[in-house]
T-cell receptor, first 111, second 112 residues
Framework: GESVGLHLPTLSVQEGDNSIINCAYS??????FIWYKQESGKGPQFIID?????DKRQGQRVTVLLNKTVKHLSLQIAATQPGDSAVYFC??????????FGAGTTVTVRA | DAGITQSPRHKVTETGTPVTLRCHQT?????MYWYRQDPGHGLRLIHY???????DKGEVSDGYSVSRSKTEDFLLTLESATSSQTSVYFC???????????FGQGTRLTVV
């Protein structure tokens, strides 16, 4: 996916506040989306996923919203903690078990 | 990391030399991928495999080849390394139960 419009490459958040990370995807035929978290020096780790037949999905402290009309995806993190500091990527399934990734958003949590 | 081991973890090589990166998985996942990660570009797919000896190109495949002779191993080869191939390389795997990909720890390759 590509990140345009509302996407911000960096996000600074006060500890305890909610974070919202945005992503615009490119392929209207994509049917599956994932948010990954990547900490420094590590590989990306799965956070939450959503299929195109859903608008919202909740996990532990995280919520993903999908707006297919405008091809927009967002990740909300509740009560952001220092351990949430990382780079967050959205990824879309472009078919045949291949994922296409956005450029990522670096989240920094302020104490 | 879903039993994914990349080797080596770091490598410095000279321009024009061949380089092979190895990915080994213990999850018996059908799908395996090689991505490269560069600042400002996120992760870009180089090649992927959908079974033993079944591979296909990704969006940035030029200068790279792959081989998969066993389910557990996926090799990425740079036939003649160039400075533009300096990057962090990630291997990932996915099972047939879903599209979620699990990533290894990465290999930092520097071509001088």
């Amino acid at each position: 996916g590509e990140s345009v419009g509302l996407h911000l490459p960096t996000l600074s958040v006060q500890e305890g506040d909610n974070s919202i990370i945005n992503c615009a995807y490119s392929n209207s035929a994509s049917d599956y989306f994932i948010w990954y978290k990547q900490e420094s020096g590590k590989g990306p780790q799965f956070i939450i996923d959503i299929r195109s037949n859903m608008d919202k999905r909740q996990g532990q402290r995280v919520t993903v919203l999908l707006n297919k009309t405008v091809k927009h995806l967002s990740l909300q993190i509740a009560a952001t903690q220092p351990g949430d500091s990382a780079v967050y990527f959205c990824a879309e399934n472009t078919g045949d078990y291949k994922l296409s990734f956005g450029a990522g958003t670096t989240v920094t949590v302020r104490a | 990391d879903a039993g994914i081991t990349q080797s080596p973890r770091h490598k410095v090589t000279e321009t024009g030399t061949p380089v092979t990166l190895r990915c080994h998985q213990t999850e018996n996942h059908r799908y395996m991928y090689w991505y490269r990660q560069d600042p400002g570009h996120g992760l870009r797919l180089i090649h992927y495999s959908y079974g033993v000896k079944d591979t296909d190109k990704g969006e940035v495949s030029d200068g790279y080849s792959v081989s998969r002779s066993k389910t557990e191993d996926f090799l990425l080869t740079l036939e003649s390394a160039t400075s533009s191939q300096t990057s962090v390389y990630f291997c990932a795997t996915a099972g047939t139960g879903g599209f979620e990909a699990f990533f290894g720890q990465g290999t930092r390759l520097t071509v001088v």
